[in-house]
């Protein structure tokens, strides 16, 4: 079965960083995009960019860029999504979800990584 | 960036109905729309894309039309397992965005 694994929950405190991670298996992870959603607790999905894991080409929304940054290893097939310092307002689940180049929608979507951000 | 208005945000309705949600694009993103439902404390899936093409494995009674930037999702016959809430996104041009989300409660 065609999965993206996400790492587990997070709780840290402002001013930290982090990395959590988006896991690909049985399928050709350097050759689909991968995106990263953003859902506030109680609220909606927020598209934060796409990463193409073949070469790292990225794309990052206006209302994300600057603060976080997306990587990927392809030897091991994982994507990355990362904050050098951490805002309460960082608090939400957080999605890795995989572009299908058939139909160009995320047609396979991580569990999701919640991070909590508290003093 | 492209703003995606969904109407109504909440809908209450029962087993059997039949179901409209609106998505209306800012400007034109030709056919680049898929809808997703989301059910509490789980990712999204996706039902639709390029507007109206199902997703493998998603139940014939989900349809989605439009084009331009006026887009709808009917379910043509309500079952239980549908009550959730349902997003609209457009991947015409970065940055893609979603609607605001629809949630589809039992009436």
């Known amino acids: 079965e065609v999965q993206l694994v996400q790492s587990g929950a997070e709780v840290k405190k402002p001013g930290e960083s982090l990395k959590i991670s988006c896991k690909g298996s049985?399928?050709?992870?350097?050759?689909?995009?991968i995106g990263w959603v953003r859902q506030m607790p109680g609220k909606g999905l927020e598209w934060m960019g796409i990463?193409?894991?073949?070469?790292?080409?990225?794309r990052y929304s206006p209302s994300f860029q600057g603060h976080v940054t997306f990587s990927a290893d392809k030897s091991i097939n994982t994507a990355y999504l990362q904050w050098s310092s951490l805002k309460a307002s960082d608090t939400a689940m957080y999605y890795c979800?995989?572009?299908?180049?058939?139909?160009?929608?995320?047609?396979?979507w991580g569990q999701g990584t919640m991070v909590t951000v508290s003093p | 960036d492209i703003q995606m208005t969904q109407s109504p945000s909440t809908l209450s309705a029962s087993v059997g109905d039949r179901v409209t949600i609106t998505c209306r694009a800012s400007?034109?993103?030709?056919?680049?729309l898929a809808w997703y439902q989301q059910k509490p404390g789980k990712a999204p899936r996706l039902l639709i894309y390029?507007?109206?093409s199902l997703q493998s494995g998603v139940p014939s009674r989900f349809s989605g039309s439009g084009s331009g930037t006026e887009f709808t999702l009917t379910i043509s016959s309500l079952q239980p397992d549908d009550f959730a809430t349902y997003y609209c996104q457009q991947y015409d041009s970065y940055p893609w965005t979603f609607g605001q989300g629809t949630k589809v409660e039992i009436k």
């Open positions: 049985r399928y050709s992870f350097s050759n689909y995009w």
């Open positions: 400007q034109s993103i030709s056919s680049w």
């Open positions: 390029k507007e109206s």
């Open positions: 979800a995989r572009r299908n180049p058939l139909s160009d929608a995320f047609d396979i």
């Open positions: 990463i193409y894991p073949g070469d790292s080409d990225s």
